[in-house]
């Protein structure tokens, strides 16, 4: 079976957001595997309109061309990591409104997550399971949160990820967890299709 690729997705689109940083730590920390490929996908290149298509992409394919690009990029990775903050208690609007945007490309695919911010994103997160469960995603059980005073740290403070070695094991677990349910879930897609 070759390398699964997988997408990290940058999940906010703010001027001056954290999110590059803890993007870039669990892109190099995987890419040193050697195991899988990653790519980096950045909401700021798929700058799609609020979603008010006439039907979800669950039955047509967006009339949006950027929109129908990032279908395009998503149907093209075998699993994903989602970097996120937290706004409200709650998924980033731009991330949501990117999922909005596709269906059938995330079908029986694993969500992995690296969350920042008071609470290390725990409660974006935890709608993101839900979302991504609605999208036919596995999502896995291991994450990394980046809380307190790590994130103050690195956002406010000038720390970086190499002071933050205790925040290794999490991103190991979590890159395990997800290699293994992307290969599942790959060989099963292979096997056998989804029901049309």
Do not use: C
């Not at 595997?33 to 039955?59: H, I, K, N, T």
């Not at 395009?72 to 208690?89: C, L, R, S, W």
């Not at 896995?140 to 933050?164: C, E, L, N, P």
């Amino acid at each position: 079976m070759s390398k699964p690729h997988i997408g990290i997705v940058v999940a906010t689109t703010r001027e001056g957001r954290f999110a590059d940083k803890p993007a870039a730590w669990i892109r190099d920390i995987a890419a040193a595997r050697g195991d899988m490929e990653v790519e980096l996908l950045d909401l700021r290149d798929y700058p799609m309109p609020f979603f008010a298509e006439a039907a979800s992409p669950a039955w047509a394919a967006p009339k949006d061309e950027v929109a129908r690009r990032w279908g395009q990029k998503v149907a093209a990775m075998d699993g994903f990591i989602f970097v996120t903050g937290e706004y409200n208690h709650g998924v980033p609007a731009v991330l949501k409104n990117a999922l909005d945007y596709a269906y059938r490309e995330f079908n029986r695919k694993p969500a992995a997550y690296v969350g920042y911010g008071g609470v290390g994103a725990a409660r974006s997160i935890e709608q993101l399971r839900l979302i991504n469960i609605e999208l036919q995603m596995a999502p896995t059980r291991s994450a990394v949160h980046i809380a307190g005073a790590d994130f103050i740290g690195m956002f406010m403070h000038g720390k970086t990820f190499a002071d933050m070695q205790h925040l290794e094991p999490a991103a190991r677990s979590l890159l395990d967890d997800l290699l293994w349910w992307t290969r599942a879930l790959k060989s099963a897609r292979a096997e056998m299709p989804a029901p049309a």
